[in-house]
């Protein structure tokens, strides 16, 4: 393996643990980052310390299903992360990864400290692929129908505005709660639905049968532009090295940033950067929604 690829022991997540669970351009800059450094590498074995990040399988099915497979390709599916293996017996197999909401990934080298919160580990030659998840609702396992009932990619060609509105078409609930429904479009969570209709100036309250063609218009551009700027900052962010954690010698992830800062989230009572007026927070089906009451209509 040329050294070019090894990388050092900085950890990949992209999220700071005091905002929110990853969603789309956090997992596809990882993706990214990742990629050079496992596809064409064998997967020596996987051990895995927490068995409630296992599903549906069990441990011991696989890494029997994967030991010794070689890691053929990275991709994403929504928020998953998709190894794509070729087992020992040469047919193909698909790891899936979702971080759930604190889920990370860290390298280090073989014989080096594990991290406390490790869920699993991924060994390869000199170095191991470290998963941490400190509350547990990240997963691991064998691609099954996991990814059947997910929406369209809002990135790829085929998602146009015409895509949105037949996916939005007839409900009656608020048009924020509908951006993060998974079956609806993908990969879209709390953080970008509130950007994307901040810069789209629609209210995330209004309920989605209600909206114009010229506004999903808008909606179906500023969620394109919302999440194409977000995976550039991320990708930007892991030039500098492991943004926002890093590992010190002891093994205590720190920070070395502070969060990015959005136009509305996270950003209650700080001026509007549109027309000043204050940003708002209103909680919306138990998750907290920012948004400015004067541009967004
Ligand atoms: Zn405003």
Redesign the pocket.
């Known amino acids: 393996m040329p050294a070019t690829n090894v990388l050092d022991t900085k950890s990949f997540c992209f999220v700071d643990l005091r905002q929110a669970m990853p969603e789309l351009p956090e997992i596809e800059a990882l993706r990214q980052r990742l990629a050079p450094s496992v596809v064409g590498r064998e997967l020596l074995s996987i051990t895995i310390l927490k068995s409630r990040l296992i599903r549906p399988r069990i441990a011991s099915d696989l890494n029997a299903a994967l030991e010794k497979a070689l890691i053929v390709g990275l991709d994403r599916r929504a928020k998953y992360l998709l190894f794509t293996l070729v087992d020992r017996q040469s047919r193909p197999q698909t790891l899936l990864l979702h971080l759930g909401m604190t889920g990370r990934l860290s390298w280090i080298a073989n014989g080096d400290f594990i991290p406390k919160q490790t869920g699993a580990l991924f060994f390869f030659e000199s170095q191991s692929l470290v998963f941490e998840d400190v509350r547990q609702f990240g997963r691991i396992g064998i691609c099954g129908a996991e990814l059947d009932e997910l929406g369209p990619e809002p990135l790829e060609a085929a998602f146009t505005s015409e895509v949105l509105q037949t996916r939005l078409a007839g409900s009656g609930q608020s048009i924020k709660t509908l951006l993060m429904d998974q079956t609806r479009v993908v990969g879209i969570g709390n953080i970008y639905a509130s950007e994307s209709l901040f810069l789209a100036r629609i209210s995330p309250f209004r309920p989605a049968k209600f909206l114009q063609s010229g506004e999903i218009n808008r909606l179906h551009a500023s969620i394109r532009d919302t999440l194409i700027s977000a995976i550039d900052r991320n990708l930007r962010a892991t030039e500098l090295g492991g943004f926002p954690f890093y590992y010190s010698p002891n093994g205590k992830a720190k920070s070395v940033e502070s969060p990015p800062e959005f136009n509305v989230y996270g950003a209650t009572g700080r001026p ?6 204050l940003i708002q927070k209103r909680i919306q089906l138990g998750r907290s929604t920012f948004f ?1 009451s ?3 209509v």
Do not use: I, M, V
């Not at 509007?272 to 007026?277: A, E, K, Q, V």
């Open positions: 509007c950067l549109s027309c000043g007026t400015c004067a541009c967004q």
